[in-house]
């Protein structure tokens, strides 16, 4: 199987001079070209839907903006998807850029939630969240770390590909997950464990009262620091330039001395955990107890987050910002239009995303090459 | 009595397996990625709810699930095929795809966010799990002989001697004349219309759609693909294996011997393991997932 | 010898074909006679495959004009045909890398694309007759194959017969064998020629690219030599040599004859001046003059390859500082093999490498690289470059861990990396001069020199330069004899292996001619010429 052919867009220094002008615009234009298409005929197809269901686009649209970021309710609730989907997504990416496609999210998602909740059940009650957290973070990344981490294992030990070991491993870890909650942890009649009552993180409408009622967290606050760090990782350090070179030409890696197979158990144990801190949102942030099943898809849509923000870390939290805001909206134009039209929509997008970039790419090309 | 009860309830089980894993054989061994089975089955599942209901007729639901299915490997092909778009990503796309599309169209045509009203099946009113339904249900015999009919069609037709060739070494059959193309085109819109059929065998079987009843079930058959290392003979025994494992477990659910969430496991167990090479590696088409030059 | 046919076969006139900027055919005409065996020789990159692809239908020419004979022996304009009407018209090609599917029978690949299918409603695969033509064929032709069996079990040599087989059994009466023998060992080699003498006495055609002369003398009856993307002569086998094909094929007018007695003289002296030297006399380095002890010592070296045979066998050499050794010889005779494994990316079989005595047979890349390595690597695009990454990026390929601050973190030094950006920018004119420009975006000739300076432009005791010109135009060509000199004249050892002789004639100190994954022979420079060295390099003589 072909590794996924998405342009990682180049990070490093800002551009000057005229040659790297051109050629910083040409990259632009490969990293937001292909995006912006994809978005224009998910657009068409989403009033395509609207109409099919007897309604105005155009008022099904405003409907779904004031719901979103109109209120500062609905907001805070866009908040509170978009942290999640930085983290699967902000996972995806990073796994791409060493040239593997991670479909585990989902599972790595559920299992970082997971281990923080068993952590957080063994704790006695009260301790400040302030203290407790990077406890927390590290058990949750921890607990995804290792479903990654055993793909990538898998992969450069045996080379079974990563794609098929990572969905078979969402099966097997959200059995395996089931069976411990059920038999151990669950409060009878229920699919969630008793509640964590140590180190809940604060939610932000305890410091900005216009957010009440939504979910939205301090765990926003470590999705901004994963971002920042998965940035210096891969762009400032010396495992980051050894990590995309093995992503974008494994033979050149290999000639720089850097074995491929490190690199790759590596970066899926590193996305697995970025995926598993992804679990405290809801765990920590949200219900403060482990639910069977509360990933609820958002490891899936990561591959759509990290695809239409250019697996760039600053790219995926924009798009994890969109497609919270797609996700969102579906629930505040329910009246007009089923709200599972935004499922519809996103996966128009991915379909269009990945239709387009290699299309785009080379549109572009053969333009550049005729100019 | 025991035994022919623990056959029937594995037979019914595994037909869905049957349709998808023989679609997944088809699709995989031209080249095209099987992730999409899932949503075929899906929306092979709906579309033969909605025939079947405004049909009034089963074979009708057949037909719209056959359409339904090869309506979604047209997307896949096209994306993939026409404009070389990532296989894994339009995969996984096309199974989202078809969760939101059928639950959109349940909720405008029906009204209803979970399920379908009742739909006409075959063989009568009640679906038990005596024989009489069994050998009544057509789809139980097209099942039976859809992994020996994929395996004809792969080994002894013209058709199939290309779709090998086309998922192995395009360039080499695009060297003798071989329409590469075609052959995948082909290839992939017949295993959305096989999977579909996995999607109606459903739907005619509960008498009704419910939201997201496929429930994971095209990933067992792309599991069985891989565990018969893409050869329809031992993808069958493959599916049959899966199927038995879980009738056991359902019979023996009493007993809790082995938790449930144990033998969900084994298929996809079986897989990796397959794929890591532990007893006699499965390798895979040569040109799975790539797009030829 | 066989009486030609009156008429030709196939006629292809000032044929023009170019892949982006390079040409591979500029005025390539060919013209082969019915019922004869022709060779069509040159070096790497003459442009005989894309020749031989556009006769097949492969590729279509830019410019000329292509003319086969019809089954009435009449010659049609074909110009520009379709593989598949090639086939049609009795035009068959073997390609060096078969066209076969592993996974499918013989019989099944003999049929893929032109199917029998039994009668009836059902258009079932007749087996059993497609079984029996390939029997017949198979008697027929003398290619003896099992058509049960699946062509990932065939050797090397069945893979081939089943190529031929394959075109035979479309109708092919003109068969194009490009490079047959490169896999074959000598009594498949032998058997092929048979097949092809049995072909030829039946009225067929054959068109056989090679480079190996022992070949076209053994089995053509005419050649036509290739250079440069053009034909050069054509010439009646009986009435030539060996060591005139190699010159037409190497590409200098033929020397004067006081010239290579002059020639002659020099290389005597060299080897007399060789054993008076004060240095100990390294093993297996044939014809070392006046160097101390050696920077690289290669002891016994056997490689393998993914075929079967080693592609690697037994090489020893060393090379001192302030050395040169130049490795001549046609392309796949081991070079890369042998490079890849001094640098540490292929596994060693046996033997072993020392460099400075250090022994590094088993060492990392990395290692070997802080032991003093560099490594100009053949392939650019592929290992010598990240193409997507800037200029300043490429430039620390292969030496990051010593541009991050140590610790844990290991934390690039963005102004270092900058900083030697902007040094070696500056140093080897790379352009443009903006260190942010991604590789991708350089000519050849610029993306090289970032290789160049990056290997050496740093400190380091042995060079392994594989094809260090490949692709770059004459400016930079220029410019990276230079530093190759430059580096010799400070002391460096130097490994160059290049498919251009004219290059390692023009760089040398000593030159072995490896083939078939030997080292056949090593000669000073001043015994080397164009003359001495072709027949070692096409396989006509063997050292001693």
Redesign the interface.
């Known amino acids: ?2 590794s ?3 342009s990682p867009a180049a990070g490093g220094a800002p551009p000057s001079g005229g040659t790297s002008r051109i050629a910083a615009r040409a990259r632009l234009e490969e990293a937001l070209l292909p995006s912006l298409v994809a978005l224009l005929v998910a657009a068409i197809v989403g009033d395509a ?1 609207i109409v ?2 007897g309604q105005a686009p155009a008022a099904v649209f405003r409907l779904l903006l004031d719901g979103t970021w109109g209120n500062s309710y609905g907001f805070g609730q866009v908040l509170y998807k978009a942290t999640t989907l930085t983290f699967t997504g902000l996972a995806i990416a990073f796994a791409l850029r060493a040239g593997l ?1 991670n ?1 585990g999210a989902e599972s790595q998602l559920a299992a970082g939630g997971f281990t923080a909740a068993v952590v957080g059940l063994s704790l006695p009650p009260g301790l400040p969240w302030i203290v407790m957290l990077p406890v927390y973070v590290a058990a949750a990344a921890l607990g995804g770390g290792i479903v990654g981490g055993v793909a990538g294992e ?1 992969k450069s ?5 990563e ?3 990572t ?3 969402n ?2 870890v959200l ?2 997950l ?2 411990l909650t059920s ?1 151990y942890l669950k409060v009878p009649e229920t699919l969630h464990t008793t509640e964590i009552r140590s180190g809940a993180v604060p939610r932000l409408a305890d410091f900005f009262e216009p957010f009440h009622g939504s979910a939205a967290n301090l765990v926003i606050v470590v999705a901004a620091l994963s971002c920042a760090t998965a940035w210096w990782y891969l762009f400032r350090t010396r495992r980051g330039f050894e990590l995309r070179a093995v992503g974008l030409q494994p033979e050149a890696a290999e000639y720089a001395g850097v074995r491929p197979g490190a690199v790759w158990t590596r970066a899926m144990a590193i996305s697995g955990a970025i995926a598993g801190v992804g679990g405290l949102n809801f765990v920590l942030g949200y219900k403060h107890y482990y639910e069977e099943g509360f990933a609820g ?1 958002a490891g ?2 990561g ?2 987050v990290a ?1 239409v923000g250019g697996t760039h870390p600053l790219g995926v939290a924009l798009a994890a910002l969109l497609f919270a805001t797609i996700s969102q909206g579906g629930l505040a134009v329910n009246a007009l239009v ?1 709200k ?9 997008v ?2 269009a ?3 387009s ?3 785009v790419r080379r549109l572009l090309r053969a333009r550049r090459r005729n100019a | 009595m025991a035994v022919l009860l623990f056959l029937a309830q594995t037979l019914r089980i595994a037909i869905p397996y049957l349709f998808a894993a023989a679609g997944g054989v088809v699709s995989e061994r031209a080249g095209l ?1 099987g ?1 999409t089975l899932e949503g075929y089955m899906l929306g092979g599942a709906f579309a033969a709810a909605l025939g079947s209901y405004y049909g009034h007729s089963a074979w009708f639901g057949v037909l719209a699930g056959v359409l339904g299915g090869a309506l979604l490997a047209v ?1 896949y092909g096209v ?1 993939a095929i026409r ?8 995969g ?6 078809a ?3 059928t ?2 169209f ?3 045509a029906f009204g209803s ?1 979970s399920n379908s009203p009742r739909v006409t099946g075959f063989g009568g009113e009640q679906s038990g799990n005596g024989f009489t339904a069994l050998v009544a249900n057509p789809m139980i015999w097209l099942g039976l002989i859809v992994i020996p009919l994929v395996a004809w069609m792969l080994y ?3 058709f ?3 779709v ?2 086309v998922g ?2 395009p ?8 329409p590469v193309t075609r052959v995948r085109y082909t290839a992939v819109i017949l295993s959305g219309v096989l999977a579909g059929l996995g999607g109606v065998y459903l739907v005619l079987d509960q008498h009704q759609f419910t939201d997201q009843m496929t429930a ?1 079930r095209g ?1 067992i058959a ?2 069985a693909t ?1 565990f018969g290392r893409w050869d329809p003979s031992r993808v069958g025994v493959a599916c049959l294996l899966f199927a038995a494992a879980e009738t056991l477990q359902i019979q023996l659910q009493g007993a809790q011997l082995v ?1 449930s ?2 033998v ?2 084994i298929p ?2 079986l ?2 393991i397959a ?3 532990v007893v006699g ?1 499965a390798v ?3 040109a ?4 030829p030059e | 010898m066989m009486p030609h046919a009156s008429t030709s076969a196939i006629r292809l006139t000032d044929i023009h074909k170019s892949f982006g900027a390079v040409l591979a055919n500029r005025g390539a005409s060919l013209e082969v006679a019915r019922g004869e065996i022709h060779a069509l020789v040159g070096e790497n990159g003459a442009g005989k495959s894309t020749l031989m692809r556009v006769l097949s239908g ?1 590729y279509a020419p830019d410019s000329g004009r292509m003319e086969v004979a019809d089954a009435g022996g009449v010659l049609r304009d074909v110009t520009g045909w379709s ?2 009407a090639a ?1 049609e018209s009795g035009v068959g090609m073997v ?1 060096q890398h ?7 029978t013989v019989a ?2 003999l ?5 029998l ?1 039994s009668e009836g409603p ?4 007749d087996r059993a007759r497609a079984a029996e033509q390939v029997e017949a064929l198979s008697t027929r032709t003398g290619l003896r194959v099992n058509p049960a069996r699946r062509v990932a079990e065939l050797s090397v040599g069945e893979a081939q017969r089943v190529e031929i087989l ?1 075109a035979l059994y ?1 109708g092919a009466r003109t068969l194009i064998l490009d490079e047959p023998t490169a896999v074959l060992s000598p009594p498949e080699v032998d058997e092929l020629w048979e097949v092809l003498r049995q072909m030829r006495s039946r009225g067929e055609t054959i068109v056989l690219i090679t480079h190996k002369l022992d070949e076209v003398m053994s089995i053509s009856d005419t050649v036509t030599v290739m250079r440069h993307g053009r034909t050069i002569s054509r010439l009646r086998t009986g009435e030539t040599t060996p060591q005139q094909i190699a010159r037409e094929m190497v590409g200098r007018d033929v020397q004067l004859a006081s010239e290579m007695r002059r020639d002659a003289v020099l290389a005597e002296e060299a080897w007399v001046a060789a054993p008076a030297s004060d240095a100990p006399a390294a093993a297996g380095s044939l014809g070392s003059t006046t160097f101390p002890l050696p920077a690289l010592e290669i002891k016994g070296l056997v490689v393998a390859s993914a075929g079967r045979s080693d592609a690697v066998r037994d090489v020893s050499f060393s090379i001192s500082p302030g050395e040169i050794l130049g490795i001549a010889g046609v392309e796949g005779n081991g070079q890369t093999e042998l490079v890849e494994a001094i640098a540490g990316l292929r596994r060693v079989r046996s033997g072993s490498i020392l460099l400075d005595h250090l022994d590094i047979t088993g060492a990392s890349v990395r290692a070997r690289g802080d032991a003093g390595l560099s490594h100009i690597p053949e392939d650019r695009h592929s290992r010598g470059l990240v193409l997507d990454y800037s200029i300043a990026d490429n430039l620390i390929l292969g030496q990051q861990h010593h541009f991050a601050r140590g610790g844990f973190v290991n934390t690039l030094d963005i102004d270092r990396i900058a900083s030697n950006a902007r040094r070696q920018i500056a140093a080897f004119d790379i352009r443009p001069p903006n260190a942010t420009v991604p590789a991708r975006s350089l000519s050849g000739g610029n993306q090289q020199k970032i290789v160049i300076a990056r290997e050496m432009g740093r400190d380091f005791r042995v060079l392994l330069a594989a094809q260090p010109t490949r692709g770059v135009d004459v400016g930079a060509i220029e410019f990276i004899h230079g530093q190759l000199r430059a580096a010799r004249a400070s002391g460096k050892a130097i490994l160059l292996v290049s498919a251009d002789l004219s290059e390692v004639l023009a760089l040398s100190d000593r030159i072995a001619v490896m083939y078939g994954g030997r080292f056949v022979v090593v000669l000073p420079r001043a015994g080397a010429g164009e003359e001495v060295l072709g027949p070692y390099m096409t396989g006509a003589e063997h050292a001693a």
């Open positions: 199987m072909a996924p052919e998405i839907l099919s269901f496609f479909i898998l030990r045996f080379g079974a590909h794609v098929i070991t969905i078979m491993l099966f097997i059995a395996l089931s069976y038999t898809g899936f849509l591959i759509a695809l089923p599972q039209f935004v499922e519809v929509l996103q996966a128009v991915i379909i995303v990945a239709v970039v290699p299309e | 990625i992730l997307v994306s404009f070389r778009a990532d296989q894994v990503v339009v996984i796309a096309i199974n989202l795809l969760i939101g599309v639950r959109f349940l909720r405008l966010s002894r037709t013209p199939g001697l290309r090998r060739a192995e070494h360039a080499a059959a695009t060297s003798v004349g071989v994971g990933f792309l599991a891989i938790p969430q144990f969900e496991m996809y167990l897989t990796i794929l890591a090479g590696r895979p088409p040569a799975l997932g790539r797009a | 492969m593989t598949a086939i390609h078969f066209m076969l599917v592993p996974t499918l099944e690949n049929m893929l694309g032109a199917e299918t059902l258009r079932v695969l394959k479309r």
